[in-house]
């Protein structure tokens, strides 16, 4: 790729990106965008819409950004979680990697690349026209004495990268457990989940439970809730609050057609009346479902099992119930909002099997996205796409059209096929087994993680037959070699790759364009301003292995191609402001896991860094520096010592809380007033929504009244 394509790449996003700030500074401040622009402010009443008309609304103004960047973490912590906190920590970890890394890549290596000729001399005064390799350590001559910066910035890097590393994994924990003993009582910390409960003929799910922790846990047991299959019950919930919103929509428009005629030659009814009885037998199924003959066939030989202290539900869950492991089986429960309860509407058999489905949708899915990368590299090398489509080649020779094509679309491309990734690798956790959603949706950032860097990074690096990716991985002695061949190779396309997937997604994440294009279509249909909506939560799945991909790709690069490192940290600076103002107005937390989300992104780093090392071995050694390439060799081995005693050292307090703190926390309790009630509501805490009653009307007393009577 030439300069001249990177600088247009770079000119369009940065026009897209400007474009972006500038109607979002426009569109947020009119009162019909709220809900797509302030839901987090709207729903907590710190924000109300204003009819008046004002010349300021369409003047494009700055005062968010100001907004955003005084947001401190303590505020961050209190309003969003230590979730948040940790999202925001993996950007400003990137941002003092890439800092630090920067000074050494842009002021050292960058000028020792310059000064090779292995491929040309570079040309300052039609410097457009240069090659982007020429910026890279392909470009030193092998042999050459001032690869000894590049050997010397690898050790730097990966000391100061674990440095930080170390620093922030103990400053998480701690953070951890202060979020634990700051936090009020939450039922999760009384509660574990048994499954495989073993039951008798003549006894129910219920009794074989209390029968059970009332003899081998008398002093410590409290309640329990036994699950049930409500997948039918969720069904006709589904379709009552679709009626109700039909008639509350009738009734309050009066421009609404209130009759219709039934078929095709049938007579005209009410529709009020129409729907009216179609909610009426709805809540009569409810009702039958809801009976207890009915709800006791249901039963599911798991519940939620709650305790007076958390210690006590902590040595129950560590503990082995049983002499037989396959029955009281135990874990943690999560928060009982984060409950996944279809979970428990599907058998064993149904889940195995899910799970072997899951992995081989993975698999196909991987192979099917090599499509689209083996369609992204014929467009960066133009004489392949000559050959691909001989009737382009006088399109081709126009400057402007080829700098488009080799520069700008391969990354709009992978970008564009990569959007539907997140929601697929969501829907394929949530049929693995998981019963909470924040479980789903770790179990879908490792997987979103991990395919981006097959199919971006390796894919991209090894274009070619996937038996020849896969031969790559069987013969693990020649993957350095290989990686130094091929890896600074694809530089000028990851370089583009960062400016579009990451300058221009990153603005379109403050934009909302998506949001903004369905309440655009929604809003003829909505019968009033004042409808109820949902606030949003975040979508780690989607966002955190952007940031963490992107880490690798600077981590890998900074040494082999320098030129990477500004455009990381504009995007990292880009999304500093972006995702700290979409907390303030956006998104609201769903739920809380204390931080776990941490150890991925450690776990990232690590594979970043010890992928650039072994590249580092393959380049010295290309390059016929074989002493670097010995003296490398320690340093994956002292990384991954490293990651071990991490593991050792704080990985445990992210699985479960010691018994330092659950005794602590619990003696604390003991001079607390509001225990007493606490306890009262622990034991209907974990009921199934399917089985509450449902509020449809604002009056309080009609949490307790049928269906129909909202109507």
Same mark, same amino acid.
């Not at 796409?385 to 399109?395: G, M, V």
């Not at 991990?450 to 990716?469: D, E, K, M, P, R």
């Not at 606030?535 to 952007?546: A, E, M, T």
């Given at each position: ?5 990177? &600088? ?71 309003t ?31 000028p020792?690349?310059?000064? @090779? ?18 910026? /890279? ?29 170390y ?23 009384? %509660? ?6 073993? +039951? ?62 039934v ?7 009410? &529709?009020?009346?129409?729907? @009216? ?56 429960a999560?928060?009982?909002?984060? +409950?996944?309860? !279809? ?13 072997i ?8 899915? /991987? ?36 700098? +488009? ?17 997140p ?26 993680l991990?395919? /981006? ?6 894919? /991209? ?9 896969v031969?790559?991985?069987?013969d693990?002695? %020649?993957?350095?070699?290989? &990686? ?21 997604s ?16 929604r ?6 301003s ?14 955190? !292995? ?38 303030? #107005?956006?998104y ?29 071995? @393959? ?23 490293? #990651? ?6 704080f ?9 330092? +703190? ?10 607390? !007033? ?38």
């Open positions: 790729m030439l300069v001249s394509a990177l &600088l247009t790449s770079v000119a369009i996003n940065s026009g897209l990106c400007v474009l972006f700030f500038t109607l979002y500074s426009i569109l947020r401040k009119q009162p019909s965008n709220y809900e797509v622009y302030i839901p987090r402010l709207l729903a907590e009443g710190n924000s109300k819409r204003r009819s008046r008309f004002n010349l300021e609304r369409l003047i494009p103004s700055p005062g968010w950004v100001k907004r955003a960047w005084k947001l401190s973490e303590e505020d961050l912590l209190s969003s979680g230590l979730d948040a906190v940790v999202f925001m920590r993996v950007i400003t970890l990137s941002l003092r990697v890439f800092l630090f890394a920067g000074v050494i890549g842009i002021f050292v290596l960058l020792v690349n310059c000064t @090779g000729d292995q491929l040309n001399d570079i040309d300052f005064d039609d410097l457009s026209n240069n090659s982007l390799d020429v910026f /890279t350590i392909s470009n030193l001559n092998s042999g050459s004495k001032r690869l000894w910066a590049h050997f010397c910035a690898v050790y730097l890097v990966t000391a100061f990268v674990c440095y930080l590393l620093y922030e994994y103990k400053n998480i924990t701690a953070k951890r457990i202060d979020f634990f003993h700051s936090a009020k009582p939450q039922p999760h910390q009384f %509660t574990i989940l048994v499954r495989g409960i073993p +039951v008798s003929a003549a006894s129910s799910v219920s009794e074989s439970v209390e029968r059970f922790f009332l003899e081998y846990h008398p002093s410590t047991y409290l309640s329990h809730m036994v699950v049930h299959r409500t997948n039918k019950l969720q069904s006709l919930l589904k379709d009552a609050k679709k009626m109700y919103k039909r008639l509350t929509h009738l009734q309050s428009d009066p421009n609404q057609q209130k009759y219709r005629h078929g095709l030659f049938g007579h005209k009814v009410d &529709l009020v009346d129409h729907y @009216g009885k179609k909610l009426e037998d709805i809540e009569e199924n409810l009702r039958l479902e809801r009976s207890e003959v009915s709800l006791a066939a249901e039963e599911v030989r798991a519940a939620f099992v709650s305790f007076k202290s958390r210690y006590g539900a902590a040595v129950a869950f560590h503990m082995q119930q049983s002499t037989n492991p396959t029955q009281w089986v135990t874990e943690q999560p928060e009982p909002h984060d +409950v996944y309860w !279809p979970f428990f509407s599907s058998s064993f058999m149904r889940r195995w099997l899910s799970k489905v899951v992995i081989v949708a993975c698999i196909f899915l /991987t192979i099917l996205f090599l499509i689209p990368v083996l369609v992204v590299q014929g467009l960066t090398n133009l004489n392949q796409l000559e050959i691909w489509f001989p009737f382009l080649k006088s399109i081709l020779t126009i400057t402007f059209i080829s700098q +488009v094509i080799t520069g700008y679309l391969p990354s709009l491309i992978l970008l564009l096929f990569l959007k539907i990734v929601p697929i690798m969501e829907f394929l956790s949530s049929i693995q087994g998981y019963i909470c959603h924040s479980d789903i949706e770790k179990s879908a950032c490792n997987k979103v991990w395919f /981006t860097i097959w199919n971006i990074f390796f894919a /991209t690096v090894f274009s070619g037959s996937v038996l020849y990716q031969s790559v991985f069987l693990p002695k %020649t993957i350095p070699a290989r &990686l130094a061949v091929a890896v600074p190779a694809q530089a000028s396309f990851f370089i583009a790759y960062v400016v579009t997937s990451g300058w221009t990153t603005s379109s994440e403050l934009f909302r364009i998506i949001p903004l294009i369905c309440s655009l279509i809003r003829p249909f909505n019968c009033c004042d409808e109820e909506f949902e606030v949003p939560s975040i979508p780690y799945h989607r966002d955190l !292995p952007r940031i963490l991909f992107f880490g690798l790709l600077g981590i890998t690069y900074f040494f082999l191609a320098p030129l990477i490192l500004p455009f990381l940290l504009v995007y990292l600076c880009l999304a500093y402001i972006i995702y700290r103002n979409q907390f303030i #107005n956006v609201a937390p769903k739920y809380e896991t204390g931080g776990k989300f941490w150890p991925i992104l450690h776990n990232s780093v690590i594979f970043s860094l010890v992928l650039m090392q072994a590249i580092a071995v @393959g380049i010295f050694t290309l390059k016929k520096l074989s002493v670097a390439s010995t003296l490398v060799f320690p340093l994956p081995v002292l990384t991954l010592l490293f #990651n071990e005693y991490c593991r050792k050292r990985l445990p307090n992210f699985i479960a809380y010691p018994a330092e +703190v659950l005794i602590k926390r619990d003696r604390e309790d003991r001079h607390d !007033p509001t225990m007493a009630e606490f306890h009262h509501n622990l034991v209907t805490a974990y009921q199934d929504p399917a089985l509450l009653p449902i509020k449809f009307s604002a009056n309080a007393d009609s949490l307790s009244s049928p269906l129909i009577s909202a109507v």
